[in-house]
């Protein structure tokens, strides 16, 4: 699956020294220096974590407390990394997930808002999420899926409101589920309470425990801040011994400085904080390393994620995780484009490359994002899918072995001959990338044909991967312990 | 200009050893074998030349001959090769440009049929190729100008035929141009007499001759041949002292074998050849390495540029012309796609970086191509503009300087606190990458703002551009000289 890595391994057999893609934008010096000013950061500066019990923590392990701010210094920082495992696996009766050394997980879009249909947008309708999540589950690029929370939640039950993102995964997903939450956003009591339950769930549907399972998501507040639900959800993820996950989402000249490697210094700082913390509370506990930061556009002063920074935050992320020898989650296909335009395809494969060559080992947000996060386009979905394929080929280099020098044919065809004798060779189908949505025919032809616009033969290949999604087998149980958490009209089938 | 090296730079004043980047897709090594193998064709299966007197030279130095076809030795090649200068300068009234070392001189489109209007194709008009010359004489991204041939020459006598390429080039831009050359096609006879006229209408308008003032074209015919026309065209460039530019464009499993490393060896040996050639008839004559073959999309058998493999070509090439210590050309803004639609974007950027990336001298196809050379997109050329800057913001990397790590800022501001401050700060507008056409707006206020799609704005975007263009000053004499050249409604305004 990493199949960027062909040409490194080549390289090894070759003998040859190699760098990572990233080491041309951010070297290893470079990423000791961001490193060494998050230290700084975290000794004179400190982290605000707004929880008591947290607080506690800290102070008994023996770091500086002033009021929620907390100090550390640099022998605590890397004891604490020290006890965090390279590699972790989730385990799942769907398949299993080693995430370490670049695993280039990709899962889909999480909290699209909006979908984009036909040059306009709507809010995205119930019905949509599940079409959106039968195009991850039917896509051969998204590794593991995921559910986003229902929007139109009227007519649903509070536990339906909850439950529903875990249950209709667990229900009808084929693929993995990496990450699974209880949407405790309509909670106005008993928030730690229903997320423990969310989790329990997974382990009941499973019939075991005290496997990892799901990966806890958690966010600090830029700058230099964890609040207190989060805090509290990681507590409960420590409890239930399930690795976590943290995001900064710094936005320049907002929430973070005006340059990209003071931002990266300081939610590095942040990141690290958090980790410092999960180590104290429990050893050896497995984190990703995670990093969401973008660009901002001050005119409307809103987030830029289609921005050669949000790459190089990437890069850097990549090269932060590798220092600290941990997994890490960054990247993925986005773009800040409304509509099906060019914008969307230079910004999604600018991002799509950057990703693969930062190789993180979760990506989330992988297909199908426009309008800084809040667009989901179904086309766009599948033209992503493409763009993968396409940076994957690109990313696997030069086969320079003596079958593919191809001496013996040149021979034979010699000076002004003609190669084209036949079937297409097989050497041919494995070295040229064949897309499956891009339009590659002469101009002529195409408007001979009738001019049809991508978008169209794309929306037809939407329909039909729709159509192909079947459920999956679980038992008469699992869907019975499922089924109060599910909206009515989705129990039977979606 | 070449901003895409000051990562490196900052790499070598900290003393780290770095790569190129298109080290990651081809190494040192590869390339080697592939110049092995290329000696090896040279040697075993030779390269047809087909013209008398060319044959008869290359007899004189002592390669071995077989009818039309001539086979030569490592050491007639490294020995021609080693005479070739590893940069040259065109100089020229408008401005002087050095080629060598990754100039990265970007140059428009050549030779399109179509345009792009709206959804529809349309032949070009005269008017069109006007405008295409306009666009890119007011381009803060294009460095050298080209003017492509009338395709409508139902009025024009033959002088305005074949010299009006030149002529209003000469005349009208604002830049250099590095490639002037008589149309020659709609001549029935006197070929060689009107291409060397071409060369010498020029030497008149600078006043000067004696000086490299223009590059010639000459392509080879893959497989391993150089027919009769581009050998005449090249005698008569030696003979006028002008740089020659030598352009295989090869196409896998018709003129070429199937895989990529073959179709590189294959037309390596092609251009190794010309140079080998252009050294015996005038040792010194600078040479430019060029390559543009592609992919073959088999359904319809035709040329497809926007493709992975095209990138990995141009990577070859500049690892070629390294090795070889010489000037090149290669890449582009490729697309095979035929709207103003997401493929257009994908296929572009990755060419764009790629392009970049590989660090040619000279780019041809820099800005608005798509439907595999054939179609011209005014609105897809000012995007271009855009992907250029984006990739290079991308790859100048991150900047860990100490007044870069933001430290007293971070400070200041402190843990959960907000760092919008009055106005822009200076170093956000230097980081961070603000698009010229690109919509960054928020979704919600896209679509409060009456949902205007980006090839509407870039569409107003072109015709200010194209409003911008005001001729340069030439002398009464300069104008006169190339008045009889110049189809009469555009001798006095374009």
């Known amino acids: 699956m990493?199949?960027?890595?062909?040409?490194?391994?080549?390289?090894?057999?070759?003998?040859?020294?190699?760098?990572?893609?990233?080491?041309?934008?951010?070297?290893?010096?470079?990423?000791q220096i961001i490193h060494e000013e998050s230290l700084k950061i975290l000794n004179e500066i400190g982290v605000k974590f707004e929880h008591p019990e947290i607080l506690e923590i800290f102070k008994t392990h023996?770091?500086?407390?002033?009021?929620?701010?907390?100090?550390?210094?640099?022998?605590?920082?890397?004891n604490a990394i020290?006890?965090?495992?390279?590699?972790?696996?989730?385990?799942n009766s769907k398949g299993n997930h080693t995430l370490g050394g670049g695993s280039l997980i990709l899962m889909p879009g999480v909290g699209n808002i909006f979908r984009l249909d036909n040059g306009h947008l709507h809010k995205m309708t119930n019905n949509d999420t599940v079409d959106q999540f039968k195009l991850s589950d039917t896509s051969d690029v998204i590794d593991c899926n995921y559910f986003n929370i229902f929007l139109d939640d009227k007519g649903l039950s509070i536990d339906e409101r909850v439950f529903s993102p875990i249950a209709m995964i667990l229900k009808y997903s084929n693929k993995t589920a990496l990450h699974l939450q209880a949407n405790t956003f309509p909670l106005k009591s008993g928030m730690s309470e229903s997320f423990k339950k969310g989790l329990e769930?997974?382990?009941?549907?499973?019939?075991?425990?005290?496997?990892?399972?799901?990966?806890v998501h958690m966010n600090s507040l830029s700058p230099l801040c964890f609040d207190h639900d989060p805090l509290e959800k990681f507590l409960i993820a420590a409890e239930m011994n399930q690795p976590v996950w943290f995001s900064p989402c710094?936005?320049?000249?907002?929430?973070?400085?005006?340059?990209?490697?003071?931002?990266?210094?300081?939610?590095?700082?942040?990141?690290?904080?958090?980790?410092?913390?999960?180590?104290?509370?429990?050893?050896?506990?497995?984190?990703?390393?995670?990093?969401?930061?973008?660009?901002?556009?001050?005119?409307?002063?809103?987030?830029?994620?289609?921005?050669?920074?949000?790459?190089?935050?990437?890069?850097?992320?990549?090269?932060?995780?590798?220092?600290?020898?941990?997994?890490?989650?960054?990247?993925g296909g986005l773009s800040d484009a409304?509509?099906?335009?060019?914008?969307?395809?230079?910004?999604?494969?600018?991002?799509?490359?950057?990703?693969?060559?930062?190789?993180?080992?979760?990506?989330?947000?992988?297909?199908?994002?426009?309008?800084?996060?809040?667009?989901?386009?179904?086309?766009?979905?599948?033209?992503?899918?493409?763009?993968?394929?396409?940076?994957?080929?690109?990313?696997?280099?030069?086969?320079?072995?003596?079958?593919?020098?191809?001496?013996?044919?040149?021979?034979?065809?010699?000076?002004?001959?003609?190669?084209?004798?036949?079937?297409?060779?097989?050497?041919?189908?494995?070295?040229?990338?064949?897309p499956k949505y891009f339009n590659k025919e002469d101009p002529n032809q195409w408007q001979e044909n009738g001019n049809e616009p991508v978008l169209r033969s794309v929306q037809s290949a939407v329909k039909e991967r729709l159509a192909s999604y079947t459920p999956p087998n679980i038992t008469k149980e699992q869907s019975n312990l499922l089924n109060k958490y599910i909206p009515a009209c989705y129990r039977e089938r979606i």
């Open 250 to 331: 710094s936005m320049p000249v907002l929430t973070g400085p005006p340059s990209v490697a003071g931002l990266i210094a300081m939610t590095n700082a942040e990141v690290v904080s958090g980790m410092v913390l999960s180590q104290l509370v429990k050893p050896g506990l497995p984190v990703v390393y995670g990093q969401t930061s973008a660009s901002t556009n001050l005119r409307t002063v809103q987030l830029s994620i289609g921005a050669p920074e949000t790459a190089l935050i990437s890069y850097a992320t990549r090269g932060l995780a590798d220092f600290y020898k941990l997994p890490c989650r960054t990247g």
């Open 62 to 78: 023996g770091a500086r407390i002033d009021g929620n701010t907390v100090f550390m210094d640099e022998k605590m920082v890397m």
């Open 82 to 91: 020290s006890t965090i495992p390279e590699t972790f696996t989730i385990e």
């Open 2 to 31: 990493i199949d960027f890595y062909y040409q490194y391994s080549i390289y090894l057999k070759k003998g040859i020294k190699t760098m990572k893609p990233y080491e041309n934008y951010v070297s290893k010096q470079d990423i």
């Open 338 to 434: 409304k509509d099906f335009d060019m914008q969307a395809g230079i910004e999604s494969d600018m991002m799509i490359r950057s990703t693969l060559e930062a190789a993180p080992d979760l990506v989330l947000h992988a297909c199908g994002i426009l309008g800084s996060f809040n667009i989901l386009s179904f086309e766009k979905f599948l033209m992503d899918e493409d763009t993968y394929r396409m940076n994957r080929r690109l990313l696997k280099g030069i086969n320079t072995e003596e079958t593919h020098l191809c001496h013996d044919l040149i021979a034979k065809i010699g000076p002004r001959g003609n190669f084209l004798q036949g079937r297409t060779p097989k050497m041919f189908k494995e070295e040229f990338f064949i």
């Open 201 to 215: 769930l997974i382990e009941k549907f499973e019939g075991r425990s005290g496997v990892y399972n799901n990966i």
